[in-house]
């Protein structure tokens, strides 16, 4: 492994430190600048923290660089000081934040004018805020040292960079007590109302949402740190601030004592969206409103933020009935003219939130500006606005399964001298005057048809679904199931006969689709309208398929999932290494082929016996089919024409080639394995070698017939090899396809009246051969002398 060698190397930037006149912008440059201060080169650290180096450091991350510079490296020298100042170093964090000059020289960004420019006052955020972290105490002191740092940080509110600053001074101070004084200074300061007064018209949207966001945080932050800190006497003076009354009217003066403005009504309800937070359990079957992450002990709402909220109750409906003004949106669904908008969904989200305090106040009063209402006719105006149904949805289930409050005085007796039941106004509200089991009545039959007519499905369906689910379940198991049946049961008659069928027909149909068993996959059902039945699939109940699909969905997802998803290495192992691994994958499977006991049984027979050659034991006396055989010549009965096309070049190469060769190699074959050749007339044997027009090869399994022409190859004149292009044209007949009957051919006694001890002359002919799909080259050596030829593949 590499690891085990020492492959360290020093680096290049301890040898430019060793220049007299190095400077920081070529120590920059280096690529491991970085690196090397993190682990704390000595020589880099004992530069950087050179008070001319730190100053420029400064320098980078607080001046706007020069607009002649190149954008691509416009900011590299910004980006890498503030890396370096923010690497955690100690001696170069002592440096900074002991040195007020250089504390100067980066507070000085903020004294710039709006806008900042959002990369700097990202590097100059970094640098602060781990320097608070470090050196709480001295930047704290110099912090509250600057008259004008509050009224700086406001000033640039809608920078992001400078409102995580102001957070991290809240949650980065880690000593109780000079948290608490922090807290207590920015009071002092009025951060908290210079903040709301952000929150108005004549503000743009950056600082509304950046000043809405810091005041969200700063509930929270100071809510968890009351359960977090224990035993902490003293309250945290900006929460108590932001729950005052009169902080809360202000904020709602700001919107609706002013121009309507969207960015700023949004912001506001956000704040009273958090002021409004509780750790409340979730009511059983429905969904959970509570903010998610928040597991410590509950808490109420103060009734001051009450109190200042519902004189203004009758301007959030106003704001449902006539919103900012908005243009018509053009959607795939249709024409939304007005769409429902941000402050409308915000106000609806409001509501909700003030329902979940159920104060008997805030619930009159929204019963008697019909608040509910209205938002339900939202509800089924906007068929696909799924953000408004899910609130629409929590509103009713709230309603339903909520106590009464205590003012509420007790007009519901059961019979005789039972315990009488105290009424709920609102569920009352809901039932008569907004007629809700009508409205679902309506309008599942209104969906109903439209389907029927081929039109689409309503997006509301689903929420309306679980509606009806909620009131079934509160009137049977809620706490107010004997005010919801009796309302009911006052409902006419006509539609409390609809309400039953629809309750025993259309929606346990409804249930009975989305009710998904994922153990039994042949009683699956889909969530559609259309009911998908698995019985017809071709799985049987009870195959082993479905058992072991069955046994996946039920097996435990562990840690290891990954590494044992599918299959293990060892199934694809060989089985002869790996013996004792089951093939238990599929147990049971059953299938058939079909075979045509025909002429194709015999014909794909007879290609098993000529292509597939069984493999037999290694001590047996047969030969091997691929060695070099004795070839012999004999003529034929008849000639073949021969071939009078040459090719010089192919010629040349081979005869090069092989004339290197030993022309007598593999003379020693037996008769068997010779092939006899058609030596035709025979004339001027004198002169020249015979023109051979063809010849039978015999080997073991094939035989083929081969046409070739010789050109002389020498003469008696020359006994050297000649060097003229041979031309030779092969083609291949197939005598036997499967080699097993056909004759063999015997050696023929070639009489020449030469000396068969004279040295033979014999030229080798290299050629490929083509049989069926197969390409085969094969060499031919001829002796002039006897006849004989050696064919070698």
């Not at 000081?81 to 955690?88: F, G, K, N, P, V």
């Not at 509160?474 to 409390?496: F, V």
């Not at 035709?680 to 027009?693: F, I, T």
Request: charged fraction near 25%.
């Amino acid at each position: 492994m590499f690891w085990k060698f020492d492959l360290h190397t020093t680096s290049h930037i301890d040898t430019l430190l060793e220049k007299d006149d190095v400077t920081l912008t070529e120590v920059m440059d280096e690529e491991d600048v970085l690196q090397e201060c993190k682990s704390q080169n000595h020589k880099l650290v004992d530069f950087l923290v050179r008070p001319q180096c730190m100053e420029d450091l400064v320098g980078y991350i607080t001046q706007e660089p020069n607009d002649d510079v190149e954008e691509k490296i416009k900011y590299k020298y910004p980006n890498i000081s503030c890396e370096l100042l923010t690497s955690d170093v100690s001696q170069i964090n002592d440096m900074l934040g002991e040195d007020e000059n250089l504390l100067m020289k980066l507070y000085s960004f903020l004294q710039n004018e709006p806008p900042l420019n959002p990369l700097l006052a990202s590097f100059f955020s970094k640098v602060l805020s781990i320097l608070i972290g470090r050196k709480p105490e001295q930047i704290v002191e110099f912090l509250r040292k600057r008259e004008d740092f509050v009224d700086l940080m406001i000033k640039h509110i809608g920078t992001s960079a400078i409102m995580d600053l102001l957070l991290r001074m809240l949650t980065c101070i880690e000593p109780q007590q000079l948290r608490q004084d922090v807290l207590n200074w920015l009071n002092e300061e009025k951060v908290i109302q210079r903040l709301v007064d952000m929150v108005q018209p004549s503000q743009d949207e950056d600082r509304h949402s950046n000043a809405s966001q810091s005041l969200c945080e700063i509930i929270r932050l100071s809510r968890d740190q009351m359960f977090q800190v224990q035993g902490c006497s003293d309250p945290d003076p900006l929460l108590a601030t932001l729950e005052k009354q009169e902080t809360v009217e202000q904020l709602l003066s700001n919107i609706f004592d002013k121009e309507k403005n969207e960015s700023a009504i949004v912001s506001v309800i956000q704040i009273l969206l958090t002021l409004f937070e509780t750790r409340r359990p979730a009511f059983e079957g429905h969904l959970d409103i509570c903010p998610p992450g928040m597991n410590h002990p509950s808490f109420s709402v103060n009734q001051s933020i009450l109190d200042a909220v519902r004189p203004r109750l009758k301007d959030f409906h106003q704001l449902l009935i006539e919103p900012p003004k908005k243009t018509v949106l053009n959607t795939t669904w249709g024409v939304l003219d007005p769409p429902v908008g941000n402050t409308r969904l915000n106000v609806v989200r409001l509501v909700t939130s003030l329902l979940q305090t159920n104060t008997h106040i805030i619930n009159q009063e929204l019963i008697a500006l019909n608040t509910l209402g209205v938002i339900l006719d939202m509800y089924f105006k906007y068929l696909w606005n799924n953000f408004l149904h899910t609130q629409v949805e929590i509103c009713t289930a709230m309603i339903l399964a909520m106590p009464s409050t205590q003012s509420e005085s007790p007009e519901i007796n059961r019979e005789n001298d039972q315990e009488p039941i105290r009424e709920n106004i609102l569920i009352k509200h809901l039932f008569q005057k907004c007629q809700l089991i009508q409205r679902i009545l309506d309008a599942w039959g209104s969906n109903e048809k439209e389907q029927t007519e081929g039109g689409r499905r309503r997006g509301y369906m689903g929420h309306l679904t679980r509606i009806a689910n909620s009131i079934v379940h509160n009137s049977d198991k809620g706490p107010n199931g004997t005010q919801i049946q009796q309302l009911i049961s006052e409902l006419p008659e006509e539609d409390r006969e609809r309400w039953e069928a629809f309750t025993s027909g259309q929606l346990a149909d409804t249930n009975k689709k989305n009710t998904v068993d994922l153990v039994n996959t042949h009683h699956i059902h889909s969530s559609s309208d259309d009911e998908v039945d698995f019985k017809d699939s071709g799985f049987h109940q009870d195959s082993s398929i479905q058992q072991a699909f069955s046994d996946y969905q039920m097996q435990q997802m562990t840690s290891n999932f990954i590494e044992q998803f599918g299959f293990n290495d060892e199934e694809f192992a060989d089985q002869d290494d790996v013996g004792d691994i089951p093939f238990d994958r599929i147990s049971d499977i059953n299938f058939s082929l079909n075979t045509n006991e025909s002429a194709n049984m015999a014909l794909f027979e007879a290609c098993c016996k000529e292509k597939i050659q069984q493999f037999e034991d290694a001590g047996s006396d047969e030969e091997d089919i691929w060695d070099e055989k004795d070839v012999t010549f004999a003529p034929e009965a008849q000639r073949r024409p021969s071939s009078g096309s040459t090719d010089s070049e192919e010629s040349t190469d081979s005869e090069e080639e092989d004339g290197k060769r030993d022309p007598f190699e593999s003379t020693n074959a037996t008769a068997d394995d010779r092939m006899e050749v058609d030596s035709g007339d025979g004339e001027n044997r004198n002169d020249q070698l015979p023109c051979l027009s063809s010849f039978s090869i015999q080997l073991k399994h094939k035989t083929c017939t081969v046409d070739v022409h010789f050109s002389p190859l020498f003469s008696p004149k020359d006994p050297l090899r000649s060097n003229s292009p041979v031309a030779m044209e092969t083609s291949i007949e197939t005598v036997d396809p499967l080699g097993v009957n056909a004759p063999m051919q015997q050696e023929r006694k070639v009489e020449d009246g030469l000396d068969p001890e004279e040295e033979p002359v014999s030229d080798r002919i290299t050629e490929t051969v083509t049989n069926g799909s197969m390409k085969e080259t094969v060499s031919l050596t001829v002796d002039a002398k006897t006849e004989t030829a050696i064919f070698k593949r």
